[in-house]
């Protein structure tokens, strides 16, 4: 009787122990998952990785072991003036409304005023195994140090420059280490409007960063100082940074070197310029050969704003009109007069300014090349010989007053913002006997001094403060009195020609304070 009451209690507690442990676990259970912020939801998963790859992802793989970064710096033991952050040295507070140059990609231009340090970055790609690199001269002009980095290669390489060409603002440099992986070089005379475009670089000093957009024009005169400039247009993004890197075709071609953007802001607004890679080629190979860039001249000007009418009013529907013919250059050896109209070069038509530029910067110089030109209704020929052009146009009395000329000893020297150049023989004929001699304004740069006080192109400069212009020395001299505050008085001639009246000079005086 007693064992049956003890298995019954055991059997009791058993099932009471059984029941606490049960009701735990539902209990457990039921809080859990009360405790849930979305108890009715299932957790994701992470699949396993399958890289999906397109055109442009081969693209970046294929060209980011050639595409390298370029940091520059300058230490100057002097510096005539200590500028603000951004400061041009025109002092303009803004910057171009239309072309933006990459000089200072991160804005890194504080001066300190003990060290004078400066330091610019841009882009750069291989071009050869043995270390041989083109970027953009603007990227390297002047500074002392140039460092490259490889992508995903910690070290700093030192470079040397081989040759820049400042009329297409390229330069070629080298690094050590050889086995590098060049680019694939393109045929940019293939590039159409709406082909891709793709733009490696490092904006705002982002290494390998890659844009796509398409070929928006070709052959693009955006009216620079530089003559053998004509250029891709890109909306692929490109910012300060990308100077001097790769414009690509969908192929992964090289088909450009980006080198400027049209901007309002100062950063990408949907119109980038790439110099075309068959130029740069040409560029590349002079340099490699001997140090610089050898081109032809025959030493005459002519006014790109000429029109297809004027050529018709002349007679013909080709040709370039002649404006200028330099002093002792090889079209006046020839016997080359203002006036001339340039129809042919070596036997093949001139169809304008542009087209006899090209073709005679290619000829060699030394060579000889027979000229036809128009000469008051009758042709004429002429056999002269090729110059160099930078031979030449250093003979030519030109002087720019811009913002490259170097600075007076002991202080900054104003600036009125043109280039001039004396006047020739029909120029002062044509003015008659207002002024026996002066100087022309070729160009006014823009919110310059001269630009303010209104002076425009084509205007001749007479007098400068009461003393004459009679020439470019003459303004050289008058110039190098002035201090930045000086007030300066300047008599000019101006054409009033209007349609339907002859052109009659007029005689002006502006005025103005040289900017402190």
């Known amino acids: 009787m007693r064992r049956r009451r003890l298995l019954s209690f055991a059997l009791l507690l058993l099932t009471l122990s059984i029941g606490i442990v049960i009701g735990t676990l539902i209990n457990t259970r039921v809080t859990a998952k009360s405790a849930l912020a979305a108890p009715d939801a299932s957790p994701l998963t992470i699949p396993d990785p399958v890289q999906l790859g397109n055109e442009f992802t081969k693209l970046a793989k294929k060209l980011e072991l050639s595409v390298v970064n370029i940091t520059a710096e300058s230490t100057p033991m002097e510096h005539p003036v200590v500028r603000k952050r951004g400061q041009e040295d025109d002092q303009s507070d803004q910057p171009d409304p239309i072309h ?9 231009n504080d ?20 270390g041989y690199i083109v970027t953009n001269n603007h990227v390297i002009d002047r500074m002392d140090r140039i460092r490259v980095r490889l992508h995903g290669d910690g070290m700093q390489y030192r470079a040397r420059v081989i040759g820049t060409d400042t009329e297409t603002d390229l330069a070629v440099i080298k690094i050590d280490p050889a086995g590098l992986t060049p680019v694939t070089i393109g045929n940019s005379e293939a590039v159409q409007v709406g082909d891709w475009a793709v733009a490696i670089g490092s904006p705002f000093g982002l290494e390998a960063s890659v844009t796509a957009g398409i070929v928006s024009a070709t052959g693009r005169d955006i009216g620079g100082p530089n003559t053998f400039q004509r250029f891709i247009q890109t909306d692929a993004a490109i910012n300060p940074g990308n100077s001097g890197g790769p414009l690509l075709n969908i192929r992964g071609e090289v088909i450009g070197v980006n080198t400027m953007i049209a901007t309002q802001s100062g950063g990408y607004q949907g119109i980038g310029f790439a110099l075309p890679m068959n130029m740069a080629v040409k560029v590349y190979n002079d340099v490699i050969r001997s140090g610089r860039v050898t081109r032809g001249s025959i030493g005459i000007s002519w006014n790109k704003n000429d029109k ?56 060699p110089v030394g060579s ?9 209704g009758k042709k004429v020929d002429f056999t002269l010989t090729i110059g160099d052009r930078a031979e030449v146009l250093k003979q030519r009395a030109d002087y720019a007053v811009s913002r490259q000329d170097q600075p007076v000893p002991g202080g900054s020297q104003p600036r009125f913002g043109v280039n001039i150049r004396n006047l020739n023989e029909a120029e002062r004929d044509a003015i008659g006997s207002l002024a026996k001699e002066g100087v022309k304004v070729m160009k ?73």
Do not use: C, Y
């Not at 001066?111 to 043995?130: A, E, K, L």
């Open 308 to 363: 297809p009418d004027l050529m018709r009013a002349l007679g013909t529907n080709h040709g370039v009109l002649v404006s200028e013919v330099i002093a002792n250059g090889p079209a006046q050896k020839a016997g080359l007069k203002t006036e001339d109209i340039i129809l042919s070069l070596n036997n093949k038509q001139v169809k304008d300014g542009d087209d006899l530029v090209n073709r005679v910067a290619d000829l």
């Open 444 to 516: 006014v740069e823009p919110g310059s001094f001269a630009d303010d006080i209104g002076v425009l192109e084509g205007d001749i400069l007479v007098s400068i403060n009461r003393l004459p212009a009679k020439t470019v020395e003459d303004v050289k001299k008058a110039q190098s009195a002035l201090k930045p505050g000086s007030p300066v008085a300047i008599r000019i001639l101006r054409n009033q020609a209007t349609r339907g009246r002859a052109g009659q000079w007029a005689s002006l005086s502006v005025s103005g304070s040289l900017p402190r």
């Open 368 to 376: 000889a090349a027979a000229v036809t030109v128009d000469r008051s």
């Open 100 to 108: 933006k140059f990459f000089h200072d990609p991160f804005g890194s």
């Open 111 to 130: 001066i300190n005023p003990q060290m004078f340090h400066q330091q610019q970055s841009g882009t750069g790609f291989i071009v050869d195994h043995n």
